[in-house]
């Protein structure tokens, strides 16, 4: 199955400022995914990213505090924008399998965001 | 919005126990998935159910689609310590017309030694 990576692993944010979470697949696919995972929490899905068009937001979440780019078929990036302690989680991004649903999707192995 | 409720949320067992958890949800699913979240890591594709009834085995772990399609359970026989994680249900709702995946909040397995 194909692989995901993320950078960076984790980080410790001063609070106001911004950071930006790449996403790497090791194959094209069509859709990726942002989660955002709160300590002791499950994952809640932020937004779809989308390559050639605007990323689609979940509720609750909005542009301009998780601004998403797609510039091709095999990475994604998002930002966590005016960060705050609340912002703290692990962030994840996804992928499906190629060719299969949603339910096939695999996961990177998170960026651990730590928010001062 | 759709919720899983899965239980328990966490659980301390002796190395060589069964393990049990289960999900249920207030509406019908078109598809069960099970993940494993080892520390520092992103969740992991366990076993996928797709049809009532069905039962579905990946070595140790069983899983079952509720013949409601309203349920599920995960079991792991004679746990071992590489057992240790977080263990989260997902599934996605019929009512979902984008097929969106739902997860649930996770049961943390601890084995003692």
């Given at each position: 199955s194909a692989v995901i990576s993320q950078k960076p692993s984790r980080d410790i944010c001063q609070r106001g400022t911004s950071l930006t979470i790449q996403c790497q697949v090791d194959s094209q696919v069509t859709m990726m995914f942002w989660y955002r995972q709160q300590p002791g929490q499950s994952l809640t899905l932020i937004a779809t990213a989308n390559q050639g068009s605007e990323a689609t937001y979940e509720s609750g979440f909005v542009i301009d505090k998780f601004p998403i780019s797609r510039p091709n078929l095999t990475f994604s990036t998002l930002t966590v924008s005016n960060?705050?302690?609340?912002?703290s989680s692990i962030y994840l991004c996804s992928a499906p399998q190629p060719?299969?649903?949603?339910?096939?999707q695999y996961f990177g192995p998170g960026t651990r965001l730590l928010v001062l | 919005g759709q919720q899983l409720n899965q239980s328990p949320q966490s659980m301390f067992i002796q190395e060589g126990e069964d393990v049990s958890m289960n999900c249920t949800t207030s509406s019908i699913f078109n598809t069960w998935l099970w993940y494993k979240q080892d520390p520092g890591e992103g969740p992991v594709l366990l076993i996928a159910l797709y049809k009532a009834g069905e039962l579905t085995s990946n070595g140790r772990l069983t899983a079952q689609f509720g013949i409601t399609r309203k349920d599920s359970f995960l079991n792991i026989s004679a746990s071992i310590p590489s057992d240790v994680g977080i263990y989260f249900c997902a599934g996605q709702p019929r009512m979902n017309r984008d097929d969106k995946i739902i997860f649930g909040k996770g049961t943390r397995l601890h084995i003692l030694p």
């Amino acid at each position: 199955s194909a692989v995901i990576s993320q950078k960076p692993s984790r980080d410790i944010c001063q609070r106001g400022t911004s950071l930006t979470i790449q996403c790497q697949v090791d194959s094209q696919v069509t859709m990726m995914f942002w989660y955002r995972q709160q300590p002791g929490q499950s994952l809640t899905l932020i937004a779809t990213a989308n390559q050639g068009s605007e990323a689609t937001y979940e509720s609750g979440f909005v542009i301009d505090k998780f601004p998403i780019s797609r510039p091709n078929l095999t990475f994604s990036t998002l930002t966590v924008s005016n960060m705050s302690p609340e912002d703290s989680s692990i962030y994840l991004c996804s992928a499906p399998q190629p060719f299969g649903g949603l339910e096939t999707q695999y996961f990177g192995p998170g960026t651990r965001l730590l928010v001062l | 919005g759709q919720q899983l409720n899965q239980s328990p949320q966490s659980m301390f067992i002796q190395e060589g126990e069964d393990v049990s958890m289960n999900c249920t949800t207030s509406s019908i699913f078109n598809t069960w998935l099970w993940y494993k979240q080892d520390p520092g890591e992103g969740p992991v594709l366990l076993i996928a159910l797709y049809k009532a009834g069905e039962l579905t085995s990946n070595g140790r772990l069983t899983a079952q689609f509720g013949i409601t399609r309203k349920d599920s359970f995960l079991n792991i026989s004679a746990s071992i310590p590489s057992d240790v994680g977080i263990y989260f249900c997902a599934g996605q709702p019929r009512m979902n017309r984008d097929d969106k995946i739902i997860f649930g909040k996770g049961t943390r397995l601890h084995i003692l030694p």
